[in-house]
């Protein structure tokens, strides 16, 4: 309940900090995520955001980080010095207004000084997680030195792992979850280029955790000194554990089959919703134009009458001109709202085809049961996994089942390296679902 009740009055405070820097900038928006705060825009905007934010946290009480504050001009500096120019701001408050999760406050360590004045903009860096908006490209940049300190980290943790399962849960934690999320998540306005980052930053992380190899000639290599178990098949280790394997999981999968489905770079997205009005402009204007020729008159069949009620009306006979009709399209524009709702949407993970060899394998499962679903071992029940049902399977596992099911069917003569039956799936449940203990 006091955690509640610190929430509510956090929120009050800071939503008056929010009104606040919408009346010093005649409506401009602050934007915030939890306790970090965003604005943009033009630079004497910003400036004008900034005094506000700094004057209400001096009557308040409150203070912003400095370490996670920081200002960017997006472009060269020619653009910096034109009207033109876009400014992003990143401010954090200091407290416990709101609380983060155990990985962001992993991923928040390190930081730029800031030099906080009320005149002035914050001297520092933008960044998020591990990102950083770079000046001159206008993106978010994976800063790779953060990445750096928390391989060494990983390489840490493993170290102290007593089990192959808190060695693949430890790994998973870190690259499927910790990474990935702190990489940011892609969407169509990121486009290609931070899918292409992604992909290459984890493989300079496979690098660096298994030079001579990969994740899975490494547990291969465990296996075989603890247990003498030798010539397992890559599909062992990403299989679910219902099924028999350990359920690594690969980070590459969803990014490859996420950047397979963007067919189109944001500019190109935005430069199309850009056409678009100027082709109701044209549009408009031919329909003015015969409306005024007495193709449609309207309810005044009569030109010259219609022309009498224009002139009394104060309207001029000629159609507005193309920069007035755009004038307020950032603000009217329905083409800039659908593009706009379209570059935040992440991209569908694009699914691989069902082929006959696949169908035969799905088809030699046993069927689901009501006590199957009922024991959680169904599809409805687990919500990820390999089933009978193509339709009720995570595109990665289709894509897991598509890449690795031949050489676990060749090996075992099924995609089942062992009878569900024989499996302790609520132990393994309770194991998974237990925190990772991070050594420190």
């Known amino acids: ?186 969407s169509f306005a990121f486009g290609h280029a931070h899918i292409d980052m992604k992909i290459e930053t984890f493989g300079r992380i496979q690098q660096a955790l298994f030079p001579n190899g990969s994740v899975t000639d490494h547990l291969r290599q465990i296996i075989e000194e603890r247990f003498r178990v030798k010539d397992l098949p890559d599909g062992f280790f990403y299989f679910p554990i219902r099924m028999g394997g350990l359920e690594l999981r690969n980070p590459l999968i969803p990014l490859v089959s996420m950047r397979d489905s963007i067919h189109r770079s944001p500019e190109k997205m935005l430069e199309r919703a850009l056409d678009k009005d100027e082709e109701e402009y044209h549009v408009a204007k031919e329909r003015f134009v015969k409306n005024d020729t007495g193709a449609g008159l309207g309810r005044h069949g009569n030109l010259e009458l219609q022309r009498k009620i224009r002139a009394q009306q104060g309207e001029n006979d000629n159609f507005m001109p193309m920069e007035e009709f755009l004038r307020y399209r950032e603000e009217k524009s329905g083409n800039l709202a659908a593009v706009y709702a379209e570059l935040l949407a992440i991209p569908q993970e694009k699914e691989v085809d069902r082929t006959p060899q696949i169908e035969s394998w799905l088809e030699a499962l046993p069927a689901e049961t009501m006590a199957d679903r009922r024991n959680g071992r169904g599809s409805k029940r687990l919500g990820s996994g390999v089933y009978r049902k193509w339709s009720s399977m995570q595109p990665y596992w289709k894509w897991i089942l598509a890449v690795y099911g031949a050489e676990v069917v060749q090996k075992y003569g099924s995609v089942r390296l062992v009878d569900e039956a024989r499996v302790p799936v609520a132990v393994v449940s309770v194991m998974k679902q237990g925190r990772v203990r991070w050594r420190g």
């Open 1 to 186: 309940m006091s955690h509640a009740l610190s929430d509510l009055l956090g929120e009050v405070v800071l939503f008056c900090m929010d009104y606040a820097v919408n009346q010093m900038t005649h409506g401009s928006i602050l934007y915030r995520l939890h306790d970090d705060f965003w604005f943009w825009g033009h630079e004497d905007d910003c400036r004008k955001a900034w005094r506000a934010m700094t004057q209400f946290a001096s009557i308040m009480g409150i203070q912003f980080n400095e370490e996670k504050t920081g200002t960017v001009r997006l472009g060269s500096r020619a653009n910096q010095a034109a009207a033109s120019a876009e400014v992003v701001v990143k401010g954090k408050s200091e407290g416990n207004l709101e609380s983060g999760s155990e990985d962001d406050s992993r991923s928040r360590r390190t930081g730029k000084g800031a030099v906080l004045t009320t005149d002035n903009l914050p001297k520092g860096e933008v960044r998020w997680g591990f990102l950083r908006l770079d000046s001159q490209t206008a993106r978010f940049l994976i800063d790779q030195s953060q990445v750096d300190d928390h391989i060494k980290e990983l390489k840490l943790q493993l170290s102290h792992c007593n089990s192959i399962f808190s060695w693949i849960q430890s790994y998973n934690a870190y690259l499927g979850r910790f990474f990935s999320n702190n990489f940011g998540k892609p």
